[in-house]
């Protein structure tokens, strides 16, 4: 019985022979003074096993927490109550670890026995999900189950295909590709898995698709998204516009093609500008668009005058309109 069965029993019973009772000008009230002890046994897989003395209201977490629970080979999926020789429930607990529900915990009597048995089917998953680890799996849980105890992939993971190294025939190892996109927008598909398995969950590309570059002589240079029918007059609008001193006979495209080589587009800028279709390029995904100075391409060249002997700082000068030999010296 519980506290509240036991103050509904004596309200009942008393109520007969206290009027106010029902009434309800008496009221009663019921507490405990001293809990029961009870002896249970804790053996198998947990740091400290052995016989405990504890209250007896203790559940079974009760119990695993005073003998510092399971070790590291010990079984967190199969944990036994043995009662009069009887297996009388089964803890699972990572039912608790992961959603903090403690549905099979049951409370103990005098004399329980708690089994912590060896670990069983263990498996290693590594890569893009949520809670990576080495998980003990049950007889009947597969790749689905795993996947939902690690707490799903992440979003950047490529669920066509992850990739599960095996050990066969006590020998060597073996490499099994498996489609978990299938697998997981599937009501009935699954992957078995076997003790041991070593689960790898790929990331994604690192590479992005729909990007061109703008370099160079330009306000806003930098990565844009490469929108379809984008031209080099509307990347170079993107970019806020040119510079002054932008070299506008020609220019540069360094596209990337199909096998990856590169090969190189030159075109007349102050063209594309206007709008010329023959220059105005259609941008391709990649594509790097070079927009050079007058100075870079050596258009606008410099005069410089030389000057050498017994003097502080011989060397060239660049030579201003106006300038005398007491200036230069």
């Known amino acids: 019985l519980t506290l509240e069965d036991v103050r509904k029993k004596l309200i009942t019973n008393m109520a007969s022979a206290y009027s106010g009772i029902k009434e309800q000008t008496t009221f009663v009230d019921i507490s405990l003074g001293k809990l029961?002890?009870?002896?249970v046994f804790i053996v198998g897989e947990v740091v400290r096993p052995g016989g405990y003395t504890v209250p007896s209201v203790s559940m079974v977490f009760?119990?695993?927490?005073?003998?510092?629970?399971?070790?590291?080979?010990?079984?967190l999926r199969n944990i036994k109550v043995i009662r009069h020789n009887?297996?009388?429930?089964?803890?699972?607990l990572y039912e608790y670890l992961l959603s903090g529900e403690r549905k099979n915990d049951i409370r103990l009597h005098n004399f329980d026995t708690i089994l912590v048995p060896p670990i069983g089917?263990?498996?290693?998953?590594?890569?893009?999900?949520?809670?990576?680890?080495?998980?003990?799996?049950?007889d009947v849980e597969g790749l689905k189950e795993l996947i939902e105890i690690a707490g799903d992939v992440e979003s950047d993971a490529y669920t066509e295909r992850i990739q599960i190294t095996r050990i066969i025939k006590d020998k060597m190892k073996e490499i099994v590709d498996v489609n978990l996109k299938e697998i997981i927008e599937s009501d009935s598909a699954n992957f078995s898995l076997n003790d041991r398995d070593e689960i790898i969950v790929f990331p994604i590309r690192d590479i992005m698709e729909n990007y061109v570059d703008l370099r160079g002589n330009i306000w806003r240079p930098g990565r844009f998204e490469l929108l379809p029918g984008m031209t080099v007059k509307d990347i170079i609008r993107k970019g806020e516009g040119i510079f002054e001193d932008t070299y506008l006979d020609r220019a540069l495209i360094i596209r990337t093609l199909p096998d990856l080589r590169k090969t190189i587009i030159r075109f007349n800028l102050r063209k594309a500008l206007l709008g010329d279709t023959l220059e105005n390029y259609l941008l391709q995904r990649w594509d790097v668009v070079m927009i050079r100075s007058i100075w870079e391409v050596g258009i606008e060249k410099r005069n410089t005058v030389s000057i050498s002997g017994p003097i502080a700082k011989s060397g060239n000068y660049e030579l201003y309109d106006g300038m005398t030999l007491k200036d230069l010296i």
């Open 36 to 39: 029961k002890k009870i002896k």
């Open 62 to 75: 009760n119990a695993l927490y005073y003998a510092g629970g399971p070790t590291t080979i010990g079984s």
């Open 86 to 92: 009887k297996v009388v429930a089964v803890i699972d």
């Open 121 to 138: 089917k263990r498996v290693t998953l590594r890569g893009k999900v949520h809670r990576p680890a080495i998980y003990e799996l049950a």
